[in-house]
């Protein structure tokens, strides 16, 4: 058995497929298997995986017969892996070849670690989207204010009781180390099992249940800043297959998730957070009706 499963789900991935498999296949750290689900692609997305596959035993491709949103196809990679450890591999992103190495050896040391991340490169066309350019208009101006302030690109380290990792992670938006190292075993313990806007980070909070956050100060991976998360709200829950009757309010469905899971006395805690998600989530669904 592999020590780590690396899971890809894709759709129309042809201009970054074959750039993102091999910066995993020249890794220093070589025990892996790589799990790619295609998501009904009408592009080359498939020609190219398949090639892979044929070249390499350690990869393994699946194609969906229908596009299942991102968070079933992310869910089917994670549930067909088998090693230790599990990390998601964004088709547009790409690693430094030490990823998995550093990674995998800070978690095979310390136990007390559920997840491994590296420090973030951005790459990309939207490098600089929050920045404020004078052909904005006011909505988009609170906008970007509003975005910059609550959703900074921070990875940080986080220790200490349960709640006090949810509350750092939430005020300093900590989610970006979903595309680290997993303890597979708990990742599948923290994913819900249904789709909502949101359901990202709740996976991240769930799992902090269960272990600490290791941050290597090196920048390992190279992130993607003109992905689906940079196409606006209303576009992400049509192409997710996420109910649009939240849509005035997309973060009301993770507001309830940490009502249920965290409890209402830490909602009430930190009801100024709350309060401007869900206000910061309205402004962005404006702004995309403006934005038409």
């Not at 990674?103 to 790459?123: A, D, F, G, T």
């Not at 006011?138 to 009781?161: A, E, H, L, W």
């Amino acid at each position: 058995m592999p020590l780590v499963g690396i899971g890809v789900p894709v759709y129309n991935g042809e201009e970054f497929i074959e750039k993102r498999l091999e910066s995993i296949l020249n890794q220093t750290f070589t025990d892996f298997e790589v799990i790619i689900s295609d998501n009904a692609s009408t592009d080359r997305t498939q020609e190219i995986c398949k090639k892979y596959e044929k070249n390499d035993k350690r990869i393994r491709f699946f194609q969906q017969e229908k596009n299942c949103g991102l968070f079933h196809n992310y869910e089917f990679v994670l549930n067909h892996a088998n090693g230790k450890y599990f990390v998601d591999a964004n088709v547009d992103d790409f690693w430094h070849e030490d990823f998995l190495k550093e990674n995998v050896s800070v978690l095979e040391s310390n136990p007390q670690i559920v997840v491994s991340m590296s420090k973030i490169k951005r790459y990309g066309s939207n490098t600089d989207e929050f920045r404020i350019k004078p052909k904005d208009t006011f909505v988009q101006k609170r906008y970007k204010k509003f975005r910059d302030f609550f959703r900074p690109f921070n990875i940080i380290p986080i220790s200490g009781t349960f709640e006090e990792k949810v509350i750092f992670c939430l005020r300093n938006f900590n989610f970006w180390i979903q595309f680290g190292v997993f303890r597979r075993e708990k990742l599948l313990k923290s994913i819900h099992k249904k789709p909502f806007y949101g359901w990202d980070w709740a996976m991240v909070l769930k799992s902090l249940q269960y272990g600490d956050v290791h941050v290597i100060n090196k920048e390992l991976l190279f992130f993607y800043t003109g992905g689906s998360s940079s196409k606006g709200i209303t576009k992400f829950f049509k192409t997710q297959n996420i109910s649009r009757l939240f849509l005035l309010f997309p973060y009301y469905s993770f507001t309830e998730w940490c009502r249920k899971n965290i409890g209402t006395k830490f909602i009430f805690k930190n009801l100024d957070y709350f309060l401007w998600i869900n206000i910061l989530g309205s402004i962005a669904v404006l702004k995309d009706q403006i934005g038409k």
